[in-house]
């Protein structure tokens, strides 16, 4: 486990524990869900692959025309 991670989780927890503190309770299906959504994993953008004939803006030259 990264340190970041780590970090977060202590972070998360201790945020927690200072709410019911306060008296603002969670019910523990609620922070089950809360740990669960952090530990999903997240979408990352890909750059699809070069199409042959495309320029670098993404757009494909026709063939017979010239820029």
Known sequence: MSI????????VCAVLE??????????PEEIVELMQTMNTPRVV??????VEGADPNGESASPGQSR
């Not at 953008?45 to 070069?50: G, L, N, Q, V």
């Open 18 to 27: 200072w709410s019911a503190l306060i008296g603002m309770p969670m019910r």
């Open 45 to 50: 953008r890909t750059i699809p692959d070069e």
């Open 4 to 11: 970041r991670r780590r970090l977060r989780t202590i972070l």
